[in-house]
Structure formats: structure tokens, C-alpha cells
């Protein structure tokens, strides 16, 4: 079963990481053009991904969709690095939100795919208030395509727990106190996320 030793481990690989990338941003003097461009990819990288992703999940090749999995969540945490140190995005477009949210869905796919019963087991109550905040979240792109998707803190840490989901099933099985605290945490960073951008959106606009 999946221990704070885990948690620790990944918080220590995470760490190392973070520090090699930047002394090598220091040795390499990447530019924030270049970043940009690094944080593009990664993205796009983490979009691409779900079709092999989905081909093996399909066949239930799992330890091939872990394997994969993991090296596109990394893209997440890592497009974030390059980005902060980037320039702004040449279109307003959230692609990263966009690739996000694409992976999330598709995650739900995989985990349909790979483990027996995960639905009918797990999909009350969370699967219902989740799909009415994620709509009123692309209600509000829409609309308000100009607004700014804040990136939460809180959020950032739902999505990378979220991403420990799969993976930890795929070796421990249906670890059910784990599956719980994943989309509890979960459906309360969306609620923050649905909250603050219904603050960001001026009385005016919602006439």
C-alpha cells in the first residue's frame, strides 16, 4: 500500500530535479524566448500523449500506460518551471489549463480501461459536482474569454495528487482511502478555482 515513504521519495525527486534544472538554466543561460518555446512543448508533448497513452490502456499494456503516465505528468510540473521563467504566451489561450483538463478526462478514461469496477465503486458523489463545476468553468471561458485563469496553489497541489492516482492503482490496486482523499481534495480545488473566478468577473459582466 502506498506510505508517506512514497510521498517523501517523489518530494525529494522533485526537489533534485527543480535543482538541476536551475543550475542548468544558470550554465546554459537560456533565454526567456527559449523557455517559452521549452514550456510550448512540453505542453503539446502532454497533449500528444494521451493517444499513445489511450492505444495501450486499450490493450491493457499497464506497466507501458505507467510508464508513459508518468513521463507526462513530469511535463506538467516541468512546463510550469520553464514558464514562470518565460515570456508571456503569444495567444491568450490557457493552452496549459487546456492540456490539464484534457489529461484529467482522459485519466478517468485509462482508470475505466485498467481497473476493474473503479466506476461503479467511486464514481458517487464526486463525479456529479465535478462535472457541474467543470462546465460552469467552461461557461466562464467562453463568455469571459479575456479572463485570466488563476493559478491556485491549492490547485496546482490537487492536480499533481490527482496525477499520483493512476500510477498508485496500476501497482497497489484499488486502494479505496486513497481514491477518497484524491477527489475530495480534488472537487475542493475546483471549488476554490470556480470561486475565484467568479470573483474575478465584474458585476457588470454578468448582466
Do not use: C
Not at 461503479?120 to 467552461?138: C, G, H, R, T, V
Amino acid at each position: 500500500m502506498p506510505t508517506l515513504a512514497s510521498f517523501r521519495l517523489w518530494n525529494s525527486l522533485e526537489l533534485s530535479l527543480r535543482s538541476i534544472i536551475q543550475r542548468s538554466s544558470s550554465t546554459l543561460l537560456i533565454t526567456k524566448e527559449k523557455a517559452r518555446f521549452i514550456a510550448d512543448a512540453l505542453t503539446w508533448a502532454r497533449i500528444v500523449s494521451v493517444v499513445p497513452i489511450t492505444v495501450l490502456a486499450w490493450y491493457e499494456f499497464k506497466w507501458w500506460v505507467f510508464a508513459l503516465y508518468v513521463t507526462a505528468a513530469l511535463t506538467d510540473y516541468f512546463d510550469g518551471m520553464f514558464a514562470r521563467r518565460a515570456t508571456p504566451p503569444a495567444t491568450e489561450t490557457d493552452f496549459d489549463g487546456l492540456a490539464d483538463l484534457l489529461l484529467s478526462v482522459m485519466t478517468l478514461l485509462w482508470l475505466w480501461l485498467l481497473i476493474p469496477g473503479f466506476f461503479p465503486k467511486y464514481w458517487l458523489p464526486y463525479f456529479p459536482i465535478l462535472l457541474l463545476l467543470e462546465i460552469y468553468m467552461s461557461w466562464g471561458r467562453i463568455r469571459h474569454h479575456r479572463m485570466k485563469i488563476p493559478h491556485l496553489e491549492f490547485g496546482r497541489f490537487a492536480m499533481a495528487l490527482f496525477f499520483f492516482l493512476l500510477p498508485v492503482l496500476i501497482i497497489w490496486g484499488d486502494v479505496g482511502w486513497f481514491v477518497h482523499l484524491v477527489f475530495i481534495i480534488g472537487t475542493a480545488g475546483k471549488i476554490q478555482l470556480v470561486w475565484a473566478m467568479a470573483s474575478a468577473v465584474k458585476p457588470s459582466t454578468l448582466r
